[in-house]
């Protein structure tokens, strides 16, 4: 579905990106580890066309997409919920998730929202409350809502567990492989190294942009390298 091949990208002088070669298949949730400072968000963002490659390639379900524009991207089904939310607080929910069909899948709105209001019934009774009043947890769940609006092919998930409480990050897993259950391929971009390997396919673990670890995500969570440097034994 999505390919990677010796992908490099940075900010001006500076090398983020330096050799990434990742692919995920349909159906898949893969996920994509590292600390802060790995590269995982300029990962995202090059995939999205938000920033441009220096080299390498990028496809998606065949075509190439390398340096594509961010709007033609979403509008082939790449959907990014990203890191910090980004909801527009000064609208209410609704207008928050129909902002997610802006480019992709305005057609059919109205069942999307349906769709939203079944995955998310708490969120749902706030549909007419300000957005920036919600709590974190809630404006992950919007966050997520908006991307679903757009109907996505692949669903890009940047740290999504990131600042909620203990209780809401085992909600936002099983979130995530509900999702999965329903046919929807995921790109997981987590810090959360345990839960994202138990519930995904596969995963790629990156160090100062280069993959440094790859496989299936049960032989990684015992990979003797991992465990030392992600979960402290």
Not at 45 to 69: H, K, L, M, S, V
Request: glycine share 10%; aromatic share 6%; proline share 4%.
């Amino acid at each position: 579905m999505l390919k990677i091949e010796h992908l490099r990208a940075g900010y001006g002088p500076l090398k983020v990106l330096q050799d990434i070669s990742l692919e995920i298949q349909p159906g898949e949730i893969v996920a994509l580890l590292g600390s802060n400072g790995a590269g995982k968000t300029t990962l995202n963002n090059t995939i999205c066309g938000i920033y441009q490659p220096t080299g390498g390639r990028i496809e998606f379900e065949g075509r190439d997409i390398t340096g594509a524009r961010t709007e033609a991207i979403v509008e082939l089904g790449i959907i990014q919920v990203p890191e910090g939310r980004k909801i527009f607080p000064n609208l209410t929910v609704r207008e928050n998730l129909e902002m997610g069909s802006y480019r992709r899948a305005k057609a059919n709105r109205r069942a999307n929202l349906s769709r939203v209001e079944r995955t998310f019934p708490r969120l749902w009774e706030r549909s007419g409350q300000l957005a920036g009043t919600l709590s974190g947890g809630e404006q992950q769940m919007l966050a997520i809502g908006r991307g679903l609006m757009a109907e996505p092919r692949l669903l890009i998930l940047d740290e999504p567990s990131l600042g909620l409480s203990p209780l809401l990050v085992e909600e936002m897993f099983a979130l995530i492989r509900r999702l999965h259950d329903e046919g929807l391929a995921i790109f997981l971009v987590e810090q959360n190294v345990m839960q994202s390997l138990e519930i995904s396919h596969r995963a790629y673990v990156i160090e100062n942009g280069k993959v440094a670890l790859q496989g299936l995500a049960e032989t990684l969570i015992e990979n003797p390298q991992l465990k030392k440097s992600y979960l402290g034994f």
